[in-house]
Structures are given as C-alpha cells and as structure tokens.
C-alpha cells in the first residue's frame, strides 16, 4: 500500500498502484511525448504553485536546494515545501508528482484534507471502499462522476483519455458529517493516516521509459 511504503520507491511503483480501486484503463500511449507534456502541462493541475509537468522556475530550485528530502529515485529529485514533497525529473526539472501524507489524522484533519481538494478540483470522479477518492483528468479538464460511470458501465473508460489523477487515500473512512437526530452518523474511526498524489501516470510511464534507454 502507497500508505505504508518506503518513499524512495514511492515513484518506481506509481504506475501500478496510483489507480488501485479502480480501474481508469489509459490508452494516451499513442501520444507522442511531446503531445502528451503539452495536455498535461495544460490542465494547470496541481497546488500551492506547484504544477505537474510544469518545469521548476529558479524560485522553487532555491526552495529544492535548501529543503532536500532523502530517498528519491533514481533520476529524480525530491523536496518538501510546508509540507507538500515535490518529486522533480533531474533532467528537465519538470515535476512528475505532488504528494503529502498527515499521520495520526482525526476527523477533522480528514475533513479539512477534502475540502481542500474538493475546493481545488471540484467534486471526485469517483470514490472507492469508502476510503479513496480519485479525480481524474482527460486533456480537456476534469471527468465527471458521469461520465466515468456511464463509461464504466459499457466497459469503455479507455476512451475517457485519462492523462492525471489526484488520489486521496485514507485510513479512515470518508463519511459526510451526521445530520441532527442521527448521532453515529457520519463517525469514523479516531485517527488514521491520510494521504493524498497528485500525478500524471501516463507522464511517469513516458520517465520511467526514458530512464531505460
């Protein structure tokens, strides 16, 4: 689980896992790679100034040098801004993923970590065991819940084009707050850890390729 894994294979394994749950079924792999960056790049898609695929301006390769974080993978670089971690292509200084992990979390860390996102990204795609959400993106911006599920149902998500996704994984379940009269509604276990990445897969393929050759 991505929860419990060592970091420095956080990037090695994010293709197999980022989409654990639920099954989005990619097929960008005809783009070309510059295609491919360009859709990407964008969707504009990421926080606190930080965008996947966007290169680091020389503000943020300060911000990298003075707050390395240990255990990046190879060709990769990796640094922690207020709590974001930012992992970098050393290449092309383009960044690949945006994660950030809250352990020991309560309820209303849960809460204020979806709120958040929701805030950013509008509402999930869809949600899986009541314990991770997932936004996806095609090159034209968000998928809808609709959408997805309508695709889903003739077993034809291929076509959706998903090229990012932001995923919030959680120890906890995400439960709406209880409505008055309704006391255990809504209540979820003390603390967890939550966990949430924002990433293009087919992005990190393209990496993880390059890095072969």
Avoid at 176 to 204: M, N
């Amino acid at each position: 689980m991505v929860l419990v894994m060592n970091m420095k294979k956080q990037l090695a394994v994010l293709v197999l896992v980022i989409l654990s749950g639920v099954s989005f079924c990619m097929t960008v792999e005809a783009k070309s790679a510059d295609t491919l960056l360009a859709d990407v790049v964008s969707l504009k898609l990421g926080m606190n100034g930080y965008l996947i695929g966007s290169q680091l301006d020389a503000a943020a390769k300060e911000i990298a040098a003075k707050n390395p974080v240990d255990g990046a993978y190879d060709g990769t670089y990796k640094f922690k801004d207020k709590g974001l971690h930012v992992v970098v292509d050393s290449r092309t200084d383009r960044i690949l993923a945006l994660y950030k992990q809250t352990k020991d979390a309560g309820k209303d860390d849960l809460k204020a970590t979806v709120v958040e996102l929701m805030s950013r990204f509008n509402e999930p795609t869809t949600m899986a065991h009541d314990k991770i959400l997932y936004w996806a993106f095609n090159k034209h911006g968000a998928v809808t819940e609709d959408d997805f599920n309508k695709a889903k149902k003739v077993k034809q998500t291929a076509g959706l084009d998903i090229i990012a996704t932001v995923k919030l994984n959680s120890e906890m379940k995400i439960s709406p707050d209880p409505k008055e009269g309704e006391a255990d509604a809504g209540k979820i276990d003390a603390t967890g850890s939550v966990y949430f990445i924002i990433t293009s897969e087919p992005l990190v393929k393209q990496f993880m390729a390059d890095q072969e050759q």
